[in-house]
């Protein structure tokens, strides 16, 4: 008789003996966690391991420590111009900068997408090309647990935040020794929650990609293509149609100068870049009343003094709520697509 041909195995060993552990030992041990944990534990484990995520935690922590270098040498200038009361020390470290260097929260608004897309762009393609897609839907789990796992790295950005700013604030209250007061902390903090929702939406829409396309690089390169458009050619097409519109706003009247910036600004907003950077903007420079263009007599009668937190959060509530919406969106559309989602060998 001849010998059976060997074949080669569809999956790996380790993801065999991690899907056949998912259920196992449950009704001896009874704090043996639920599938969702087993699988958010094994996406942070395979995320913190990748040379992607490492390079690009290495190239934030870089820009880091080179922003707040620019923003304490910019800081003097800053308090030589401004008065004791509206000087906010630590909210300055993020947004002053010098010529050279854009301040940190403009350097994250760059690359916070990239680091969405590196984590998502091969969620769920690259476990089908590997063959470990199946017998991992093959044992007791529901599908959305699947797919709700591939968002656990965002817990690995959150803590990845966290550390940043809190690191930025640690050396600089010893430099200085100034201590940082709760309404800056609060709205540090708040800074980093709608960063948090900035990468969230980005990594929803790579791990879209991966869902649609069968090719990890076809989906990186359309999660890619998306963060060029948005970043860079979204806002030169909005000018040049406003310019083929309207025409040269030169000769408007200050009503019709008005009218055109508040049309060219609501296009702008169709990009999740300028919904963060308006927010980030409003919440770390509490001057700010208004997102818009304002007139003489909309601003006539005015208190020069800094808006509240709750004021703030009011003025940008608009481009939070087009944030999340717009993340919610996309998650619904990976939810629908990998629902349906016909998987073969």
């Not at 709760?182 to 969230?200: D, H, M, N, Q, T």
């Not at 629908?336 to 989602?341: A, I, Q, S, T």
């Amino acid at each position: 008789m001849k010998k059976a041909e060997q074949k080669a195995p569809l999956f790996d060993v380790g993801t065999l003996f991690m899907t056949r552990n998912i259920w196992r030992g449950s009704d001896s041990d009874p704090r043996t966690k639920a599938p969702i944990f087993t699988l958010v534990s094994k996406e942070i484990r395979t995320a913190i391991r990748s040379w992607k995520f490492i390079i690009l935690v290495a190239l934030i922590t870089l820009i880091f420590i080179g922003s707040t270098y620019v923003s304490l040498l910019a800081i003097a200038k800053f308090r030589e111009a401004t008065s004791n009361e509206n000087f906010h020390l630590y909210l300055k470290l993020f947004t002053a900068s010098e010529q050279s260097i854009p301040p940190f929260y403009v350097f994250l608004n760059f690359l916070a997408p990239l680091l969405g897309i590196a984590l998502g762009f091969d969620a769920i393609n690259a476990e089908r090309n590997n063959g470990t897609l199946i017998p991992l839907l093959s044992q007791p789990i529901y599908r959305d647990n699947v797919l709700l796992s591939k968002f656990g790295p965002l817990s690995v950005i959150t803590v990845l935040f966290l550390s940043i700013t809190l690191l930025m604030l640690g050396t600089v209250m010893l430099l200085t020794g100034v201590a940082v007061s709760p309404a800056e902390f609060i709205r540090i903090l708040l800074f980093v929650l709608v960063s948090i929702v900035y990468v969230g939406f980005w990594l929803s829409l790579s791990i879209l990609c991966s869902i649609i396309f069968s090719q990890p690089s076809t989906s990186a390169m359309a999660g890619i293509g998306f963060w060029l458009f948005f970043s860079v050619f979204y806002p030169m097409l909005v000018s040049l149609l406003m310019s083929f519109l309207v025409g040269n706003p030169a000769n408007f009247s200050e009503q019709q100068y008005f009218h055109y910036a508040d049309i060219a600004l609501n296009l702008s907003r169709i990009s999740p870049s300028q919904l963060y950077n308006d927010a980030t903007a409003a919440l770390l420079t509490p001057s700010i009343r208004s997102l818009g263009p304002m007139s003489l007599q909309q601003s006539f009668g005015a208190l020069p003094t800094d808006l509240t937190i709750g004021n703030s959060l009011a003025v940008i509530f608009p481009q939070l709520s087009g944030l999340m919406a717009s993340t919610v969106v996309l998650f619904a559309g990976c939810y629908f697509l990998f629902m349906r989602k016909e998987v073969r060998v």
